[in-house]
């Protein structure tokens, strides 16, 4: 098996090491954190490893797995060059990052390494319940054809699904999760307070608000954006979307700027529904 260093072990590389070691996808060698006691609970939770107190006491490895923050990776890449020099030539760099692209990790190509980002598309918070769930988790990858040889059949064998992704729109490839996830988020508290300036209490605007949000994210993915599309806009009504946008800005004007701002894209997925009707 591939031997496999881990230069940060927060929840996604405690998680990955994890489940890398009880796979065996790839034997876990040497691990690099923060400080002692973080090494000693990423070990405990990994269950196999040796702690490092600096990058320049880890050992040669097939693979290097940096994970750690978006704005961390080119500095761990810069110091694990540093340290490891030309022992890296032919080794497996990738990291984890949603946001960047496997070319942060140019300082190890040019060392002579094949280098790759694989970004695993779920939330980490609660490391132990993913580590038992991971299996079916969608996973981005791209990089180099060597790296991607070495990452695929070992992410594979942790129950991961591979999706590769073209690297020069990683960032809209991340900004894609940002819509599912955290501006759904943003919508629907734009929906709750605007239920609540009417006078509805929180719990039953909640209440409201719930078989509208889960009726139309289940058409979505059952029918599609375009089929799951209803309302004001979708039906051509622009006189009722005008005043809903001035009576939200009254009410509250950056809400009413948020209001407006979804008009033309919703207008653009009604243009696209009726074509396809």
Known sequence: MTTLNLVGAGHV???????????????VQDVLTRSAASSEAALAFIGAGHACAAVEQMRPAGAWMLAVGD??????????VASQGERLAGATVFHCSGAKASGELAAARAAGAFVASVHPVRSFADPAAVAESFSGTWCGIEGDREALAVLEPGFEAIGARLVRIDPAAKTVYHAAAVFASNYLVTVLDAALRAYEAAGVPPQVARELARPLASEALDNVF???????????????????????QEAVARWDLETGRFYEAMVAPTAALARRKRKDA
Do not use: K, M, N
């Open 13 to 27: 590389g405690r998680v990955l090491g994890r489940l890398f070691a009880a796979g065996g996808a790839f034997t």
């Open 71 to 80: 704005d961390a990776i080119g500095p761990a890449c810069a110091a694990l």
């Open 222 to 244: 059952r029918l599609g954006p375009e089929g799951a599309l209803s309302g004001p806009v979708a039906r051509g009504d622009f006189a009722t979307v005008a005043r809903q």
